[in-house]
């Protein structure tokens, strides 16, 4: 006897094998996991807010149940049951386990969306209950020698399992089609009734802010256990009517909550190295492979394809083409592991998606009816305290989805942001600049919220005073790191490189900054350091010195920008990078796989521009050779490929042959394991 599958709504998330499997164990172990199975289910809580009948009922059942296998197991003669008697009771263990686990869902997911299931769950109730009824019809009651008071309780509950209809209260029914017409209503731009919607949010407990957070995290979990893309929408304008009725209702209920803090890809979690993009060492949002092989995030490889480049960044290889293949099967464990982090992941041409999902119209005019609402409060706010409330709203919402960001921005919030970033406001509350600069951050993760910001009046420049003289590292951290989002526009690049204020800010908080807050700014100047007129700008102000005072700490971002400084920095840079050699050297020896690549690449530079003294730096190290010779066997491709130009120049300036100096005739080959290596002889 099967459970029909319509029984459960379609679900990635689905209940273990042993819930759909009868356990294969002898006759009295049986009974007794019927009756913890049977206990486990009355000792649960009933629902609080909807499906309270059915839950009460079914927890009723199985405290009646416990009775008759308690019965069982205190009567002899029940130690040998029939075939026919052993069947029932596997198919029962069947049923009992789908009940625990259909009222396990109930009470673990979301409020909102079980009201919209409302129906198909009294169903499932029912149609569970009706198959409990035909087990107790067939089950043998004679057989097993029951007293006349357990007998009179089979025939109990078997009629409580034959009732004709599911239970459904009409009070959620009414919940239901209420919460329907309010979506239909913001869908054609009608605000909803306030006191309306309390009552509706209240009777589903939601009744403070914290309640309604955990119902739109609840509801962002639902959207990945979803097959279906109508349910999926659905549930989309449902976490926009939550999360108005949190904001016009409710408010702010803390501004210190760790977990609203901005996305955590460059300080705060540790990203894996292979879903970094090479070139901007930030999480790949759509990785793509080009020609030779390689994957890089395609914002990235786009700019660097479209800066005149046709080599491949990491290989050094010309490229056949420049065709970009998306890389499906990364993409599809990046967004997993942002998942399992509680990061959201959107693809850099997903503006229209929440979660992976299209935005619905509803979402869409509930979005901007909580922007309206938030933007108008803060241009009346009288006190800096209830600014700084409806700042951290704005700075969570700007952190969901590109939908919200632009709507912020077309609101126009940049320019009263403004207001909260200078070092009075800093000093008076400082959690205050935080919020301020950490929206701005987060809208500026939107492309056309670049140009908004760097045309509002004040903006970067309120930017820049947070990096300078910010009230606290993370103040500082996130200025930073919007520091380092503007300048993913070429254009912006050169203009941020020209700012004497923002090349002093970076190299102070690289230097003195906590290791969250140097990242942030190791990975704006290497933004920065793609642009050769900035690169020297960056040589002048010391970022060779700073880098490698911070290269133990942070090697793999320290050693990226010494390759890109002393490839654009001109002779100035490979000067002042003769003190890094060794430093080099010990990342060669000791640093991760990107690491060793990049301080290969940035050797071979700095040996081919400054010639023998600083050949001669590097070949005092002790054991250098064979430390390169391990990287010829064991590194990537390009650090392969560097580290035996770099013994080709070692060797060369050994014989007192010019090192950049090609003589095919006297190469000689040999092999690193499985790579072929050519050397000069």
Not at 540 to 551: D, L, M, N, Q
Not at 649 to 655: G, K, N, T
């Amino acid at each position: 006897m099967a459970v029909s599958p319509q029984v459960f709504p379609p679900r990635k998330r689905r209940p273990s094998a042993g819930s759909f499997l009868s356990p294969k164990l002898t006759d009295l172990s049986l009974v007794q996991s019927l009756l913890s199975l049977s206990q486990e289910i009355y000792s649960l809580k009933p629902l609080q807010f909807l499906l309270k009948r059915n839950s009460l009922s079914t927890i009723n059942k199985a405290k009646l149940l416990a009775i008759l296998f308690e019965e069982l197991l205190r009567n002899p003669v029940s130690n040998f049951f029939s075939p026919s008697t052993i069947l029932c009771f596997e198919e029962m263990y069947i049923v009992l386990q789908r009940i625990k686990t259909l009222m396990e869902d109930c009470s673990n997911g979301s409020k909102m969306w079980l009201l919209m299931q409302i129906q198909p769950l009294a169903n499932s109730f029912h149609e569970l209950t009706l198959e409990l009824s035909t087990l107790l019809d067939i089950f043998p009651v004679k057989e097993v020698d029951l007293s006349q008071d357990v007998e009179e309780l089979v025939v109990l509950v078997r009629k409580q399992c034959t009732q004709s209809k599911p239970l459904m209260d009409p009070r959620d029914d009414f919940l239901r089609r209420e919460v329907i017409a309010m979506l239909d209503r913001i869908k054609k731009e009608i605000v909803p009734d306030h006191s309306r919607l309390k009552q509706i949010v209240e009777n589903l407990g939601l009744r403070d802010s914290s309640s309604c957070r955990e119902e739109i995290e609840s509801l962002q979990e639902e959207i990945q256990n979803q097959t279906n893309e109508k349910s999926k929408a659905d549930i989309v304008s449902l976490i926009g009517l939550v999360r108005y009725a949190k904001c016009v209702l409710y408010g702010s209920s803390t501004t210190q909550k760790s977990d609203h803090r901005r996305q955590k890809s460059m300080s705060d979690i540790s990203i894996p190295a292979d879903f970094r993009c090479p070139i901007s060492l930030e999480l790949m949002r759509d990785p793509v492979v080009v020609a030779s092989g390689q994957t890089y995030d395609r914002e990235s490889i786009n700019h660097w394809i479209e800066s005149g480049h046709n080599t491949c960044p990491k290989t050094g290889q010309t490229l056949a083409h420049i065709s970009l293949i998306p890389n499906c099967a990364l993409r599809n464990l990046i967004a997993m592991w942002c998942r399992e982090q509680r990061i959201p992941f959107e693809t850099a041409g997903s503006n229209q998606k929440v979660n992976g999902v299209k935005a619905t119209k509803a979402a869409l005019e509930a979005t901007k009816m909580t922007v309206s609402f938030l933007v108008n409060k803060l241009s009346v706010s009288q006190s800096m305290e209830a600014a700084n409330g409806v700042i951290y709203e704005l700075r969570a919402l700007a952190k969901t989805d590109s939908d919200s960001r632009a709507c912020i921005a077309e609101a126009g919030a940049i320019p009263i942001l403004v207001r909260y970033l200078g070092s009075a406001v800093g000093s008076e509350l400082r959690n205050l600049q935080v919020n301020a600069v950490t929206t701005i951050l987060n809208l500026s993760i939107l492309e056309a919220n670049k140009t908004r910001i760097m045309e509002t009046d004040g903006a970067l420049n309120g930017v820049i005073e947070v990096l300078r003289s910010g009230a606290s590292w993370e103040a500082k951290g996130n200025a930073a790191a919007t520091i380092f989002s503007l300048s993913g526009v070429h254009a912006y690049r050169k203009r941020l490189g020209r700012k004497t204020r923002v090349i002093k800010g970076l190299m102070d908080l690289a230097k003195d900054g906590p290791s969250s807050s140097k990242r942030d700014a190791l990975v704006a100047i290497l933004n920065l350091a793609g642009d050769r007129e900035t690169s020297g700008r960056l040589v002048e102000g010391g970022v060779i010195e700073v880098v490698s005072g911070v290269i133990n700490e942070l090697p793999e971002e320290a050693v990226t920008i010494l390759e890109a400084v002393v490839k654009r920095g001109g002779m100035l840079a490979i000067a002042a990078a003769y003190s890094a050699i060794r430093k080099l050297g010990v990342i060669l020896r000791e640093g991760s796989d990107n690491a060793r690549e990049s301080a290969a690449a940035a050797l071979v530079t700095i040996c081919r521009k400054g010639g023998s003294e600083i050949v001669a730096e590097l070949a005092a190290i002790p054991g250098i050779e064979r430390i390169i010779w391990e990287v010829m066997g064991t590194g990537t491709v390009r650090a392969r490929r560097k580290a035996a130009t770099l013994l080709r120049i070692l060797r060369r300036w050994a014989a007192g042959v010019d090192i950049n100096a090609v003589d095919s005739s006297s190469m000689m080959t040999t092999t690193v394991g499985t790579s072929r290596i050519v050397l000069p002889a």
